[in-house]
């Protein structure tokens, strides 16, 4: 028989992709929003799904084709030897789907993360994190790591490579704030990158080279009027943001209101905007808030300090 009261849980966060000028290598995590998955031993050999609540029916249990049953598959795949009983999982979505703010990274990354505590640990942290890239694929198309590492690895992370996933981290600087809007539309990855331009100009990739590297500068230094003179997207924001109402007035109004910086979350719809107080970032998001109550849209606010600690085992009963 399968020892089936042995189950682990972990939490892994929602993160913010892209951070303006980084798209596709910066990325940060951040508190209150995220996924749990549990992973406990079944008698039948394999992999299943055997539940996932917080999706309203969407999200499929086939596990490949879900990022938690993927990433899941690939983790065993590296192993040197095969565990004697099947894996069961059951995850809890703790954020909207479609939002811009990792979802299906979180879900692959609490997944490996649970999956790697109930088998005894045979990878380091840091070292699961191909494997939580490998589940992104059944969101996107493609793997990415950026949502995925800062989910697994908290703070900021700088991804040198995505194949094979090849990340640094970032100095977090210890005043930074994020507010995050939440407009209640949907955006799909695979729709928000195909319509990306191909092709940039290369005064336009020069100048985002530019604020990339002054960022990164910006986050060693703890230099926030840096950070502010750094947060512009010249090649991504100005295709991905005519998809989202408002986002011209939320943007200007996030910086009437003190905010270091504004941009897309990922591929959005949310926003983010960085500040250097609490304060400061609780009226960046009533001001943002104003502009969508004017377009007539529901919204949900989010205000957190980054997240360091990345993702977290939160019950184990081994």
Avoid at 177 to 194: A, G, L, M, V, W
């Amino acid at each position: 028989m399968a020892e089936k009261q042995k189950c682990t849980m972990a939490f892994a966060p929602a993160t913010v992709a892209n951070v303006a000028c980084g798209f596709d290598v910066l990325g940060f995590a951040i508190y209150g929003l995220g996924d749990r998955v549990t992973a406990s031993f079944k008698d039948t050999p394999g992999v299943s799904i055997k539940s996932i609540i917080g999706d309203e029916g969407r999200l499929p249990l086939s596990v490949k084709e879900n990022t938690a049953g993927l990433a899941v598959l690939s983790l065993l795949e590296e192993l040197e030897t095969p565990p004697k009983h099947g894996i069961e999982l059951s995850i809890e979505k703790q954020m909207p789907l479609g939002s811009g703010l990792g979802s299906s990274a979180a879900s692959s990354v609490a997944a490996v993360v649970a999956v790697n505590a109930l088998l005894g640990n045979p990878f380091s942290k840091k070292n699961l994190l191909p494997f939580a890239v490998a589940g992104e694929m059944a969101a996107s198309g493609e793997a990415h790591a950026d949502n995925a590492a800062a989910s697994l690895l908290g703070g900021f992370i700088l991804v040198k490579s995505h194949r094979p996933p090849d990340v640094i981290d970032l100095p977090t600087p210890e005043k930074l704030h994020c507010t995050i809007i939440h407009p209640d539309i949907e955006i799909q990855t695979k729709n928000s990158r195909k319509i990306l331009k191909k092709d940039v100009s290369l005064e336009k990739a020069v100048k985002q080279w530019g604020n990339l590297g002054s960022l990164i500068a910006a986050l060693y230094t703890n230099d926030y009027e840096l950070i502010a003179d750094s947060l512009h997207d010249e090649i991504i924001e100005p295709v991905r943001s005519l998809l989202i109402p408002g986002f011209d007035k939320m943007k200007q109004a996030a910086l009437d209101a003190g905010a270091l910086g504004c941009s897309i979350s990922g591929s959005g719809p949310s926003l983010f905007a960085l500040s250097s107080s609490r304060e400061a970032a609780e009226i960046i998001g009533i001001k943002m808030g104003d502009v969508l109550k004017s377009e007539g849209l529901s919204f949900e606010i989010h205000i957190s300090k980054m997240n360091t600690e990345g993702a977290q085992i939160i019950k184990n009963t081994l």
